[in-house]
Every structure is written in structure tokens, then in C-alpha cells.
């Protein structure tokens, strides 16, 4: 695979992490658990 | 602008897009929180508006991003992510109501508030859209009927999520968010206005006229075109354009690419298409002075887009067009740079381009590697696929200094960067380009 096809494969995968942590976080502070 | 400068505001501008709103509402005074759950799918509900929105950006075709990624790989990242999306947009009902199964009552649609009903319905669009989309070759549906059936769902997806969104009216009552949703709708809309209307008014101002239709081996078609009262398009050899016989209006278009000499300064472009389908069948009954439509140029598959000590061409079949424009290209600018070409073809007979890739190899510092599926009888040279024993027996020692240009079919890129792994090719020194797309 190229490197192009890899960094996008990435930008997917950091994506979706990023968008479950941000989740979570929001749920903790705003039920103070954070 | 330099391409790593690009590329790096492409993904700014990325992330602000979909995690922005999100961020700010965190860091920003907000109405009382509540259950964890409800906020985990309240928080999920956001991300996957901001995603379903920013699905429209990257098969806009804005220069913008098509010169920061190649076009397929913008295609690949909307698959990919529009699947995410939309499992996280199903998430956001299906914790709430885990949560509180007394919601599951907003499922009635003649009941339940306006709200709940846009909720649903786009929820509908949402499975439609996949479901018309991973299986449109299986449901037969052709590409530009499935196109408007897309385009309609994804504007109703869109549309009632953005609805049910202000409508609820919880953490939206907030007065920025308010104002960056509304400028992330302008977004969105600017860029379908771009698509729907703009962009087919500037190719019906600059229409192309058929040339020059020449037979090719392998039943391909030499498709030469002459801009119709304007200047014509610079390229860069390698690229590709839609193409189009009808009213762009239509989105009844085909991605070729240039297989022409891009510093040609006669303005002519060429195509070089197979006949495959629909579209391609049709070429060799194209009349001379036929208006075609270009949409153009696009993709990074070129050796002036990257720094090219030597390189390396793998093509299969028609994939040997973008490739062929490269060659010419080199070759008339008297460029003596190593060069090394596997062009796998089924048989002798539909080698493509095969009496001038030898007068090609004789300007060009060039090697090249015919491989042959079924050789003729008292073949010498190398036969069934472009294998890493093959690529082994041609390439210099320092070929891991190279850069390597494939294009051809999914599955003949898949084994040769199979091969690219056992020969422990550097991923950053390989660009490939594949057929399909949409």
C-alpha cells in the first residue's frame, strides 16, 4: 500500500478514536465525572 | 502553495469540521448535564452531523483537496467514513433508548413529535444510502440513476438531521452553536451548489470538440479532443478528467486518463479508453467536431508531483494510459532518467501503444518488461503476471531508491504491492492509481 492510501487509512482510524474519546469525555463531565 | 502546506490546512480544516462544535461545547458554558448515556448519544449525534455534512467535501473534486490526495484515495476516505458515520448516527438512538426504553415510543411516527419523525426518517435515508450504495453493482442500478437516488438521500439525511437537531433544541439553544452549525450548513451547501450547479456551467462555457479517433490495440479508442473557443487546460502527465458526451447537468461522466504529452503546447488532449461499459462502448461512434465535456485535470499521479531519481512503471493493460502520457511527456523533454516499465497485457496482439513504446525506448533511457499472460509461441521475454521473481530479475540494485507508479485493475495493485513488500520497497516511494472509483 502506498503512503497516500496509508495516511488515509489513518485519518479514518484516528477519526473514530477520536470521535468515542471525545464522547466520553463530554458524557464524564457533563455527569461530573470528570 | 506547497503540497505539504495543502495538505496540512486540508487537516486542520478537517478536524475543525467535524470536532469543532463538540470541542467548543465542552469548553464553553452549557446547559446541566444528564444521564451519562444520553450524553454519550447526544455527544455521538454531533459527530455524526458534522460527518454526514463534511461527506459532501471530498468527491467535491475542489481542486483544494484534489491536489493534496489522489482522487481515489478521497473516494476510499468517503466509503470508509461514511460507514462510520453512519453507525455512529444509528448509535445515537439506540443508547438512548437503552437509557430510557420509554423513548422507544418516538418510533411511532404518527405519534411522536415532528422531531422524532425527522430523526427516523433520516435514520431511513441514512440505511438507504448505504444499502444503494455498497450494493449498487449488485442491484444492477446504473451509475448515474444511482447518483441522483444518493444526492436525493443524502440531502434528506442531511436536511432532517440538521431539523431535528435545532428542533430539540437542548445544548442548541446555546447562541455559538447556533451560529457554527448555521456557517457548517453555508459549508455544505456552498460546496452541492458547487457541484450541482457551478462547476457544469464552467464546462458548458468551455467546451471540447472530437479531434481525432484512433483504433488502438485491445480494443482500445486514441480519443483526441480540441478545446471549442477557449485556451484548452494545462496538465500534468498522469492526470486524469471526466468526460462526458452529454450535459454535465447530467452526471452521466467517465474518469480517463490523459494519455497524451502534457507540455504539448498544440492544446489537443488524449484519451486512450478501453471498451468496457456503457460509456466506452460508445467511443469509437463519437462523430469528429462531437462535443465533449472535460472535467479536468485532476489526481497526484505524475512524476512532476514528486521527486523522481529513477522510476519504476508497473501497468496493467488500459492502466499503461496515465503511464504512456509520462513517457511521451519525458521524452520530448529529452529526460534521460532511468527508467524501468512492466507492462503485463494478455496476450501480444493487445499490447497497447507497442510499436511506440519501441521508438519510446529507444529515446528514453528506459527498460522495458513485457509480461505476457498467454506468450506467443518462442517467447523469450517474461509471461504471467508481474510477480516479485520477475520484478527481481529487472530491477537495479538500488531500486529501493525509486519512485514506483502502478495502475491497473484493484486486484493487479493489491499483488504488486504484495510484491513491493517482499522486496521491502518503502511505502513513501509508491503511487498507484485504480480504475474504480465511485
Known amino acids: ?34 | 502553495m506547497k503540497k505539504k502546506t495543502q495538505t496540512f490546512l486540508w487537516l486542520v480544516f478537517y478536524f475543525l469540521l467535524v470536532f469543532l462544535p463538540l470541542v467548543l461545547l465542552m469548553i464553553l458554558p452549557r446547559p446541566e448535564g444528564r444521564e451519562f448515556l444520553r450524553e454519550v448519544s447526544v455527544s455521538l449525534g454531533f459527530l455524526a452531523m458534522a460527518l454526514l455534512g463534511l461527506q459532501t467535501i471530498p468527491t467535491s473534486r475542489l481542486k483544494f483537496f484534489t491536489k493534496a490526495f489522489p482522487m481515489d484515495t478521497l473516494y476510499t476516505f468517503h466509503h470508509g467514513l461514511s460507514i462510520f458515520t453512519f453507525l455512529i448516527a444509528l448509535a445515537h438512538p439506540v443508547l438512548l433508548f437503552i437509557n430510557n426504553p420509554e423513548t422507544l415510543r418516538l418510533l411511532n411516527l404518527i405519534q411522536a413529535p415532528w422531531r422524532a419523525r425527522a430523526a427516523v426518517i433520516s435514520i431511513v435515508a441514512m440505511i438507504l444510502l448505504v444499502i444503494s450504495s455498497v450494493w449498487r453493482e449488485m442491484m444492477k442500478l446504473k451509475y448515474d440513476v444511482w447518483r441522483w437516488i444518493h444526492d436525493g438521500l443524502s440531502f434528506l439525511a442531511i436536511g432532517l438531521a440538521l431539523y431535528h437537531m435545532f428542533k430539540v433544541n437542548y445544548y442548541m439553544s446555546l447562541t455559538h452553536q447556533k451560529i457554527i452549525w448555521l456557517t457548517l450548513t453555508g459549508i455544505w451547501t456552498a460546496i452541492i451548489l458547487y457541484i450541482r450547479v457551478v462547476r457544469p456551467i464552467i464546462l458548458i462555457k468551455k467546451p471540447y470538440k472530437v479531434a481525432r479517433l484512433e483504433e488502438e490495440r485491445g480494443q482500445c479508442w486514441s480519443l483526441y479532443l480540441e478545446p471549442d473557443g477557449h485556451e484548452g487546460m494545462d496538465f500534468e502527465a498522469g492526470q486524469f478528467a471526466w468526460l462526458t458526451a452529454e450535459s454535465p447537468f447530467i452526471f452521466r461522466e467517465n474518469p480517463f486518463s490523459f494519455s497524451t504529452n502534457a507540455d504539448h503546447d498544440d492544446r489537443y488532449i488524449g484519451f486512450t479508453i478501453k471498451e468496457l461499459g456503457d460509456f466506452t462502448n460508445q467511443i469509437k461512434h463519437l462523430e469528429m467536431g462531437q462535443t465533449i465535456y472535460v472535467d479536468g485535470p485532476y489526481g497526484t499521479f505524475s512524476m512532476d508531483e514528486h521527486e523522481c531519481k529513477k522510476m519504476v512503471f508497473i501497468a496493467g493493460g488500459i492502466g499503461s494510459a496515465p503511464i504512456m502520457s509520462m513517457l511521451r511527456t519525458l521524452a520530448d523533454r529529452g529526460d534521460q532518467r532511468p527508467i524501468i516499465f512492466f507492462y503485463g497485457n494478455p496476450t501480444w496482439d493487445t499490447v497497447i501503444y507497442r510499436e511506440e513504446l519501441d521508438t519510446l525506448e529507444e529515446k528514453l533511457d528506459m527498460n522495458l518488461v513485457h509480461v505476457l499472460e498467454k506468450p506467443p509461441e518462442n517467447w523469450e521475454g517474461e509471461s504471467g503476471f508481474i510477480t516479485t521473481e520477475i520484478m527481481r530479475r529487472h530491477l537495479p540494485q538500488d531500486y529501493r531508491a525509486a519512485i514506483f507508479f502502478i495502475c491497473g485493475p484493484l486486484p493487479m495493485i493489491k499483488a504488486v504491492e504484495g510484491c513491493f513488500k517482499e522486496l521491502d520497497v518503502p511505502p513513501t516511494h509508491v503511487f498507484s492509481e485504480q480504475y474504480e472509483m465511485a
Open chain 1, 1 to 34: 500500500m502506498d503512503i497516500q492510501h496509508i495516511a488515509q487509512r489513518w485519518l479514518i482510524i484516528i477519526t473514530v478514536l477520536l470521535c468515542v474519546i471525545l464522547a466520553l469525555v463530554f458524557a464524564a463531565i457533563q455527569t461530573g465525572l470528570l
